[in-house]
C-alpha cells in the first residue's frame, strides 16, 4: 500500500530537484540541521533527510499523540512493579549478561533502600504505519525508548527545514498538514520542572555523553532551551568514564560532580555493553542509582524498556493491571503488535516453531538499542534453529514484523547521488512524565519525531546510518 501526497507531484524535473536539493542543504547547514563529521567535532554536514515531508493520515497521527500520556502512566507504574519486573526478566537475566548487570544494580540499590523522591522520564514509543490488504493502514508500536531518546533537536530543525522547501516549491499554505513541533520545548520543560522539585537551586543538570559525539548539536538544543527556560540552571556534560574517576557520593546520598550537587542526571549513553569499557563507567552507574538525584532512566525504567517487558505487557490482562480508564486501555492496546516468548517453555516452543516456519512474517529482537541488533527474514529460522534447545533463545523475543505504507521521496545524504526512493517511515511521539513522590506533576505528549528510510533496509535510525529525517505531512 502506498500513501501519496497530492499537493507534490513526483518525480521532480531535474532542474527542479537540482534547486530544491541545493536549497535544502544550504537551508539545513545555515539553520542547525547539523551532525559531526569527525570526532574533534570541528567538521559538519547537513543531517540526512528527506526532500520533502512524508504523508502520514492524520487520524493515526492523532491517536499515537493521544495514546502517549497512557503509556507514560503504564510504564511508571510498571517501574513501581518489581514482582512484575522480577517475573518477566527472570530467564531474560539469566542469559543476557548486560540485562543481567542492569538487574543486579536495581536489587541493590532496593535493598539499599536507595528510594529517589524525583522522577523524570523522557520517553517516545516508536511506530510504524501497518498494511493490511482491503483495510486501512493501523498504527503499530515498534518499540518503547525509556533512554536517550534523542533527536528532538534534530526533529524541529527538520519540521522548519520543510516548511521552507514547501513554500520555496510554491505549497506557502501547509500549515494545517504540516503540524507545529515544539518536541524540545516539552522535554525541556520536564527538565526544569524536575530541577525545581529537587529543591536545590545551586544543583546542576548533568548530560552523560560519549566523548567525540557527533550528534553533539542536538544535545546542544537541549541545553540551550534550558537555558532559555531558567537562565539560572547550570547543565554539564562529562563522559561515563569520566564520572566513574571523578564523581562523588556525600554520606547524605548528595552526588557531586566537579564540586557541584547534581539534581538530574540524564543519559545520552549507556544502553548497549560496548559504552560500559571497564568498571569504572558502572561504578558511576551504581553511585547515580545510590543518589537523590533524578535519573533519566533510573535502573528501573531502564529495565522497563527492554523488548522482554514489551512483549510481556502484551499479554493479556498486563495492560489492564496498571491503567483503569477503559478507552486508553482499548488505544494502547490497538497499536501492538503480536509479540512472542521464546523461554525454553513449551510457549517458547511453540514460538519458534512459528518463526521457523514463515520467518518472513517475523523480527527477533534481542534486549538491545540503538539499531543494528534485530534479526530478519531467513536469518530468523536460521538462528531459532541454532538456538534449539538452548536458553540463549530466552535472551530474545519474536515479534510480528509489521508491513509498512510505502512513500515515494528523496533522501539527502552526503555523497550519495539523489534519487527518488520508495520509503516507508516511523513516527515517534515523545512523551515527558514528573512526579514528586507519588504526586504527577507533568504527563504529556510532546509533539513528534519522523525517520524514514529506503524500503530495502531493514535496520532503522539516524544513528545507525539507515534512515533520514522526515516530517510528517498529515493528509
Not at 95 to 113: A, C, H, P, S
Not at 296 to 322: D, F, M, N
Request: aromatic letters at 8%.
Amino acid at each position: 500500500m502506498s500513501l501519496h501526497n497530492d499537493a507534490i507531484k513526483l518525480p521532480l524535473s531535474d532542474a527542479d530537484l537540482q534547486h530544491l536539493v541545493e536549497f535544502s542543504n544550504i537551508r539545513a547547514l545555515t539553520s542547525g540541521a547539523i551532525v559531526a563529521l569527525t570526532d574533534s567535532q570541528d567538521e559538519v554536514t547537513y543531517v540526512p533527510h528527506t526532500l520533502f515531508p512524508s504523508p502520514v493520515p492524520r487520524d493515526l497521527y492523532q491517536k499515537a499523540v493521544y495514546v502517549q500520556a497512557g503509556f507514560n502512566e503504564l510504564m511508571w507504574k510498571v517501574t513501581e512493579d518489581d514482582e512484575f519486573l522480577t517475573s518477566a526478566l527472570k530467564s531474560t537475566i539469566e542469559v543476557d549478561e548486560f540485562t543481567g548487570r542492569l538487574f543486579q544494580i536495581y536489587k541493590q540499590v532496593m535493598q539499599e533502600g536507595c528510594h529517589k523522591p524525583v522522577t523524570l522520564a523522557l520517553l517516545r514509543s516508536d511506530y510504524m504505519l501497518h498494511f493490511q490488504l482491503n483495510k486501512p493502514a493501523e498504527l503499530r508500536q515498534v518499540e518503547i525508548n525509556t533512554m536517550a531518546s534523542s533527536l528532538a533537536g534534530m526533529s524541529v530543525k527538520t519540521t522548519q527545514l520543510h516548511r521552507a522547501v514547501l513554500q520555496e516549491h510554491g505549497i506557502p499554505n501547509s500549515s494545517q498538514q504540516l503540524p507545529d513541533n515544539s518536541c524540545i520545548d516539552g522535554l525541556c520543560e520536564g527538565f526544569v520542572k524536575a530541577w525545581e522539585l529537587y529543591g536545590q537551586p545551586n544543583a546542576a543538570i548533568l548530560f552523560v555523553v560519549e566523548d567525540g559525539e557527533k550528534n553533539i548539536f542536538d544535545n546542544i538544543y537541549h541545553v540551550y532551551k534550558i537555558k532559555e527556560l531558567n537562565c539560572a540552571i547550570k547543565v554539564i556534560m562529562r563522559s561515563m568514564l569520566y564520572l566513574g574517576k571523578n564523581a562523588q557520593l556525600t554520606d547524605d546520598r548528595k552526588l557531586i560532580v566537579d564540586g557541584m550537587e547534581v539534581a538530574i542526571v540524564y543519559y545520552r549513553l549507556g544502553y548497549v555493553p560496548s559504552h560500559f569499557t571497564s568498571e569504572t563507567e558502572w561504578k558511576f552507574k551504581i553511585m547515580a542509582e545510590q543518589s537523590l538525584a533524578a535519573v533519566c532512566p533510573s535502573i528501573s525504567w531502564h529495565l522497563a524498556g527492554t523488548k522482554k517487558i514489551q512483549q510481556e505487557l502484551s499479554r493479556p490482562g498486563a495492560v489492564e493491571r496498571y491503567l483503569s480508564d477503559p478507552e486508553m486501555i482499548a488505544n494502547v492496546r490497538s497499536t501492538f503488535a503480536g509479540q512472542y516468548s521464546l523461554d525454553l517453555t513449551e510457549e517458547g516452543d511453540k514460538t519458534a516453531a512459528m518463526g521457523i516456519a514463515n520467518p518472513q512474517s517475523y523480527v527477533m529482537k534481542p534486549q538491545r538499542e540503538g539499531g543494528g541488533n534485530n534479526i530478519y527474514g531467513d536469518d530468523v529460522r536460521a538462528k531459532l534453529e541454532e538456538l534449539a534447545g538452548q536458553q540463549e533463545r530466552s535472551g530474545y523475543i519474536l515479534m510480528e514484523r509489521i508491513m509498512p505504507t510505502v512513500v515515494k521521496n528523496y533522501e539527502l545524504r552526503r555523497g550519495l547521488p539523489v534519487d527518488m526512493q520508495d520509503m516507508v517511515s516511523e513516527l515517534g511521539i515523545y512523551g515527558v512524565l514528573v512526579c514528586k513522590e507519588d504526586q504527577v506533576a507533568i504527563n504529556k505528549a510532546s509533539d513528534h519525531l519522523l525517520r524514514t528510510k529506503n524500503i530495502m533496509k531493514n535496520e532503522g535510525g539516524i544513528g545507525a546510518g539507515a534512515s533520514a529525517m522526515d516530517s510528517p505531512y498529515l493528509v
